[in-house]
């Protein structure tokens, strides 16, 4: 099978400017750069194991497990890893929140969210015999980064996937869609070869699908 992973438009629309956390920390210009290096990171891991997922039809046993290999270092990228997850609300209170979910088109149809360790596995499973999955790098940020306390905020990126799939060289699937996936940071102070310092943990969220997509999701 034969797989291209071209990449084809991806936006990060992410807070970077003049962000606060609650109890007033503003995040450096360095800290800023961190954060978007890492999360253009996550997004890109993200993209590149999906064709390694997809592969072909007809699975040997050792292309099987691979591609359940994948689907694991794909969970891992997100909040969760595919299961409940725990998060503190407005009021301070802990609570649980649903598995991350995915949305997808089907010949230009958006189709109801689906868990990802779901969509994953269907993946896995596609009956075509070759898929491309097409994506990009060309990055653009925006003030979207929302501060949610306790050293954690909030932030999305947009990207634009193409998906090609082929049955008897014939092409059976020829979609292109704008996603929105939502995006997790967390800073934890860890001891240093120099002292304390931060690390910033970046997890993938819930990612769906935008039908209203134009230039304003893009900002230099």
């Not at 290096?37 to 999906?50: A, G, P």
């Not at 905020?153 to 060289?169: E, N």
């Not at 304390?196 to 990612?207: A, N, P, S, T």
Request: a positive charge; one cysteine or more.
């Amino acid at each position: 099978m034969k797989i291209k992973t071209l990449l084809l438009a991806f936006v990060l629309c992410f807070g970077m400017f003049d962000v606060y956390a609650q109890n007033g920390y503003v995040l450096s210009a360095d800290e800023r750069k961190t954060i978007e290096q890492r999360v253009i990171e996550k997004i890109d891991d993200f993209l590149s194991y999906l064709p390694e997922i997809a592969a072909k039809s007809n699975k040997s046993k050792e292309e099987k497990q691979l591609a359940l290999k994948y689907i694991n270092k794909t969970l891992e990228l997100f909040i969760g890893e595919g299961n409940e997850y725990q998060y503190k609300d407005q009021a301070g209170n802990w609570r649980w929140h649903e598995a991350v979910k995915m949305q997808t088109t089907s010949r230009g149809r958006v189709s109801r969210t689906q868990p990802m360790k779901q969509y994953l596995r269907r993946l896995m499973a596609l009956p075509y015999h070759t898929v491309e999955i097409d994506t990009c790098s060309a990055v653009r940020i925006n003030k979207n980064l929302h501060p949610t306390g306790d050293g954690r905020y909030i932030g999305s990126a947009y990207f634009i996937q193409a998906f090609r799939a082929t049955r008897d060289r014939r092409l059976i699937v020829n979609d292109k869609d704008a996603k929105q996936v939502t995006i997790y940071v967390e800073s934890r102070v860890v001891e240093g070869p120099d002292g304390k310092e931060i690390v910033w943990i970046i997890k993938l969220g819930d990612v769906r699908v935008i039908t209203d997509w134009n230039d304003n999701y893009y900002y230099n």
